[in-house]
């Protein structure tokens, strides 16, 4: 049982409670033993039927069988890993509709309207599609700066089949290490997926509902920023 | 995308230097109050080279902004492979990523 330390030094070799008052702070007259329940200890062996009169009828085979193999140099076992990485928190300055400036990757310098954040910790982000050319989008939070303009948006309403799993990769039939496939050059790029496309159009539908009720929202949008002559990054107002 | 700022020279004492560190001066930050916001951002010394590496002869040296150096908005920086000396007073691109903001 982990608990707090019973004993503690009052100098360098002078613990404050003696042996018997250690002993006593255990109160091990109230504890009551765990009673063992009468379990049988799980079979290691069984028994197996041999044929033949002179083989003595059973023998018996242990169900945790020695390995057959045991390595000629020490293996190394690796050591145990506790740490677990958690999912970024969300930073407090971005909320569902927050307006988002993504820094770098393809779309850098877009304004991009923020819908969740998904199990990964990545943020879901949306052009959306018709304004500024951003689709349906995972973002980290890191490569984004987050402006204090917000759109109206109701973050139930989000379509829930959005998450990590609609962003996977979709495996392409592999057409073997043939020949003709060599020849035939690059690959022609397919299409999204129809489903896809279905998502997008109904998730920019309830951001341009709201979005097309603010003055210069789309227009906001659809620019780019930067930074222009004299504008240091720190002294920016988002 | 990126703040501009200049290669100063190297972490150094009056007589020696230490190459793994740059100093590197923030056009527009002028005070290390001011530095705390690009602590941490990544920074990309680009340049050219003769020859082409992966189809280009641009290349580039990433790092990070450390800490402030001094009090008037003076920064240092470690790169992945410490700048040449040749870089003393060229541009340099503070990057606005990772973002805290």
Redesign the interface.
Known sequence: MVHKPRNSFLTVGVSKYSRSQVIAKRVLYKRKPVSTLAVCPPASAKKVEVKGAKNGGSRSVALNKAPRFYEAEDVAKPLKHRKHARTATL?S?ITPGTVLIL??GRY??KRVVFLKQLESGLLLVSGPFKINGVPLKRVN??????TSTKVNIDAAKIDAQLNDAFFARTKSAKKAATEEAFFEGQKKKEPLAENKVAVQKATDKLILEAVNKVEYLPQYLASK???SK??????LK? | LYAKGRVLGFKRAKRNQRPDISLIQIEGVKTAVDTEFYLGKRVAFVYRAKSEVNGSKIRCIWGRVTRAHGGSGVVKARFRNNLPAKSFGASVRVMMYPSRV
């Open positions: 930073r300055t820094l770098a850098r310098g939070q890191a490569y984004v700066l987050a920023f930067s930074l004299g504008q240091a990054p720190h002294a988002l």
